[in-house]
């Protein structure tokens, strides 16, 4: 059962353009937001968060948005560098006593200088 | 300050042997969780250790165990190999708090491990 679904595997984008990366998730219980980009042969790092009690969540070139009713999420990277091409996880939790971080299958993205 | 470090990065192994994976948490991080990845199954949780206990565990079998120090550090076992369980194994950790069950968490490098 995939809580947290990022149903398209691969997006690629040309540089200096807008990458969107989506996700959806099942639970209602989730109330707090990650996103996660993993090079080849390195451990994931975390990227930008953001909790149920917002919609919005901007660091940079990056940005999270939350719809809640509709349980989806996004990440938008302004504009698109070459060095963002990378695997990106989004990861999902609740905020309770046992929470733990369920992630995605992971979206590849590739920006074309 | 130094980040997650897990120990061996590469491992090779054969059906029905086991092996031990090793982590070191960020200094003050008391937290530490396992992933496996594979392609195609993104990151899977298999458990979370705090203060030394167990604190939540994924859908794995018994073969697949782990342990927590005093120091933080963790280990993870998986018994009676499978070709199947060939994949990279992260570990992280993160520092919970009493008021706070979310934060980010930090991951190490990752052990492969390939079962032949």
């Known amino acids: 059962d995939q809580q947290v679904k990022q149903n398209s595997p691969s997006l690629s984008v040309q540089e200096g353009r807008i990458s969107i990366l989506n996700c959806d998730y099942t639970?209602?219980?989730?109330?707090?937001f990650l996103w996660y980009k993993k090079y080849p042969a390195e451990g994931p790092t975390f990227l930008i968060s953001?909790?149920?009690?917002?919609d919005k969540n901007e660091d940079g070139r990056f940005t999270v948005f939350l719809n809640k009713s509709a349980k989806h999420l996004s990440l938008h990277i302004v504009p698109s560098q070459p060095g963002d091409s990378a695997v990106y996880f989004c990861?999902?939790?609740?905020?309770?006593?046992?929470?733990?971080?369920?992630f995605g299958k992971g979206i590849t993205l590739s920006v074309r200088p | 300050k130094a980040g997650v470090t897990q120990t061996p990065r590469y491992l090779i192994k054969t059906r029905g042997q086991q092996v031990t994976l090793s982590c070191s948490p960020i200094?003050?991080?008391?937290?530490v969780s396992w992933y496996q990845q594979t392609p195609g199954q993104g990151l899977q949780f298999l458990f979370e250790?705090?203060?030394?206990?167990?604190?939540n565990k994924g859908n794995f079998p018994g073969r697949f165990s782990g342990r927590q120090f005093s120091n933080s550090r963790s280990e993870m076992n998986v018994s009676t190999l499978e070709l199947g369980d060939s994949a990279l194994y992260l570990c992280?950790?993160?520092?919970?708090?009493?008021?706070?069950?979310?934060?980010?968490?930090?991951f190490g490098e990752g052990s492969r491990l390939t079962v032949l």
């Open positions: 250790y705090f203060s030394e206990t167990q604190r």
């Open positions: 639970n209602s219980m989730f109330d707090y």
């Open positions: 992280a950790s993160r520092k919970l708090t009493g008021t706070s069950n979310t934060g980010e968490l930090f």
């Open positions: 953001i909790s149920s009690i917002k």
């Open positions: 990861a999902a939790s609740d905020t309770g006593a046992n929470s733990k971080l369920t």
């Open positions: 200094s003050g991080h008391r937290s």
